[in-house]
């Protein structure tokens, strides 16, 4: 049925669809980019189009369903059913199909080489870790599903909490005022890579730190490989993520690192003579790094420099900092180190931004001041702010990924935005 909408050329309509071409539904106008009325609006319309009918679908089980139609369509729209001797739900599910069958999601145009996202900061306890292995996990989600997504009003709300509340309330849960919605994963093939010897990452997510003695990509940047690196590689919750999301393991020889990158040519490009066997098959290569200045920390940042061909922004240095005093000390060396080597090297090396974690306003003025002074910087912009929540330290002692063990928790959505500031 149809009933009128306030004023304006729409009316709302009442049917059914079953579950399942709802859900299709709203993916496939998500990933175009569309409204769903507009979506079901172009269905009604070419089905009614059509020289004959099409063939049924399955409609058993449905759901009620409402939208809104330009004023008049619902009306043809029924009265072509009529003719064709069809009920208004096949009628409607018919054209729902057929606006899904001819709008496609086109695969993504493949880059020449993947982003390179060098997560970084000297300081240890910051979460670099976290925060890359839920950045790759967010990009790595199913393209055919939806999931809450927390997008940049995050920042803004946040700093309200810190202005209004002097008492530190609760900094950020109104899911209205943050922006929450629901969208497609981002469906990216992504490899981590556990840089650091003390291997977080590596045992976070629950795989097996690689043997001292065998081989590991120490050896492979040291110039005595023993394998090819891709076989060292394994698939990171296969259920989860498909096939998509990747990690190349960390061996506590990695401690050695700065030693034997001192005797080996051209050192700063270790890490990518290292990965560059592995670039083909990933879109997405994040670099969780030590807590470092030394001569990894160089060829981490020399391999995410911008390329040959490369647009700005697409690869470089992710900085992770905690609102408080200390992380800005560490700041202030890391980027330091940065500019000495875009100086000596005559490298183009890009800020992709910073991320705020273990947020928590009601730390008072120290948090939510420091809060305000990362934001003050502006280049490079904060890009993301995770809370301090318990959902991470429970996955971590799961030994899961945040993002499958706690999908709708506050910092798996959070991780979600971050994602797409760097896709």
Known sequence: MSVPASPGDREKVVSKLPGWLRQNLKIRA????IEIQTAVEHGVEAWCALASTRAPVDTSGADPFSTFLPAGQWDHFRAVASQRGVSLIQGLAQ????????????????????????VCNQKGGVGKTSIAAGTGEALAEDPERLFPVRMAKQLIQALRASDSDSDGADGGQDDDLL????LPGLGRRVLLVDFDPQCHMTQQLGATPLPIGGDSLTKHMGGTPEGKLSDLIVAIDEETFGDRLHLLPACHDAFLL??????VRAREAALERALAP?????DVILVDCPPSLGMSMDAAAYYGRRREGEEPGRSGML?????EDSSADAYELLTQQ??????????????LGIVVNLYDARRGFIATSSLKGWIAIEDP???????????????????RPLLSYAPRSEQSVAMRALARELR
Do not use: C
Request: charged share 35%.
């Open 381 to 399: 912009r904060v890009v993301g702010l995770v809370g301090d929540l318990k959902e991470q330290k429970e996955a971590v002692r799961m030994k």
């Open 338 to 351: 940065i500019e000495d080597l875009r100086g000596d090297l005559n490298l183009e090396l890009d800020y």
């Open 278 to 282: 592995l670039e083909d098959d990933y």
């Open 319 to 323: 900085i992770v900092v905690q609102a």
């Open 95 to 118: 054209s729902v199909q057929l606006w899904l069958d001819t709008h496609p999601v086109s695969e993504a145009e493949r880059p020449a080489f993947p982003r390179r996202v060098v």
């Open 30 to 33: 998500a990933q175009h980019g």
């Open 258 to 263: 700065d030693v034997k990158l001192a005797s």
């Open 179 to 182: 922006g929450v919605e629901k």
